[in-house]
């Protein structure tokens, strides 16, 4: 898997600082080839100062990377970044301000030869604090980008209240608990944050136990770990809330020891068939029977897409791990169908 180019997909509403985070990439010397893949020049207003050389549809930046635009079909422009001379450490591909992720991450599980040579790294987010709550009550697709992140930028921070960021932080926690979530202002992420993240090697996913809110430390409320248990907007002392998204849920399991290969695959197709359209995302890494590696999966509604990866450590305990988020999950159906995978 390690010689796959990453690819990271980059996503949030117009005006959230997509266009100052690409600026970034593409003009600061991080010493890294990027490929940066957008819907329009126009938008990003590329600083002519820093274009080394243009052909067609794609502009040489000084820094090393590159800059190209989606114009139909992403496919095609995939396979014509990597077949250019010159290894890129990354590609970005940047969707509109209104687009739902899905259809983007999903070409990375259907073309064979992006697939022989691409993979998906992560799906960024970048969010207004200061609209994002406003966001959330009124347009799904904001809900979809929040709940398909593996990183969220909370950008423009100190445009609100401490009270604000704590109040929306609760809102982006109730609907995906599990992204890697970054407070900024002028989206001022170290790059690493945001490339290279390597969501689906497992040492870093199954940072899967959910960040929670912190709280200061003489606050002594015990946190239930079910995050979808607590009451809607449920004061925990100091202000601090956590929501219960009606529409939004996110479910991890996990098994000690080995799962059954044999009864685990034919569950997880079933249920990403049947259930596909309401599940956003899926992932898990898993220690399948008489199996050194690890099995990595990761899935976008109905699409899967799996491999081992590196072998478990001699240190490291053997469990399985899934997440699902998305839309009217059956917990206990889940859970059920999980547990019963586990290896005799």
Request: aromatic letters at 6%; charged letters at 30%; one cysteine or more.
């Amino acid at each position: 898997m390690s010689d796959k180019i990453p690819v990271t997909v980059l996503t949030g509403y117009l005006g959230a600082g997509k266009t100052t985070l690409l600026n970034r990439i593409l003009s600061e010397d991080h010493g890294h080839k990027f490929a940066v893949i957008v819907n329009e020049f126009g938008e990003i207003g590329i600083d002519n100062d820093l274009v080394v050389g243009a052909d067609e549809e794609v502009f040489e930046m000084n820094n090393g990377c590159i800059c190209c635009t989606v114009r139909g079909d992403i496919i095609r422009i995939i396979n014509g970044l990597i077949k250019r001379k010159g290894k890129f450490d990354a590609i970005i591909v940047e969707t509109t301000g209104l687009a739902d992720p899905a259809p983007v991450a999903q070409t990375f599980f259907v073309d064979q030869e992006v697939q022989d040579t691409a993979r998906l790294d992560a799906v960024v987010t970048v969010a207004d604090a200061k609209w994002l709550a406003a966001r959330l009550k009124d347009a799904p697709e904001a809900k979809n980008q929040i709940a398909f992140a593996d990183v969220i930028i909370l950008n423009k921070i100190d445009l609100v209240t401490e009270a604000e960021v704590r109040e929306v932080e609760a809102r982006i926690r109730a609907i995906n608990p599990y992204a890697k979530l970054h407070k900024t202002t002028k989206a001022q992420v170290p790059l690493d944050a945001v490339l290279g993240r390597n969501a689906f090697d497992l040492d870093r996913i199954l940072e899967i136990e959910p960040e929670f809110l912190t709280v200061d430390e003489h606050d002594h409320h015990d946190h239930d770990h079910g995050h979808h248990h607590h009451d809607h907007g449920h004061d925990h002392g100091h202000g601090l809330k956590h929501y219960h998204d009606e529409e939004m849920q996110s479910v991890s399991f996990r098994i000690d020891g080995d799962v059954d290969p044999n009864k685990f695959m034919p569950w997880i197709n079933h249920i990403v068939q049947t259930e596909g359209p309401n599940i956003l995302r899926s992932k898990g890494i898993l220690a399948f029977k008489d199996e050194p590696a690890r099995f990595v999966f990761q899935g976008v509604h109905m699409m899967l897409d799996g491999d081992t990866q590196r072998d478990w450590r001699k240190d490291e305990k053997r469990e399985c791990k899934v997440v699902f988020i998305g839309r009217n999950l059956n917990e206990a159906e889940l859970r059920d169908g999980f547990m019963a995978c586990k290896a005799a």
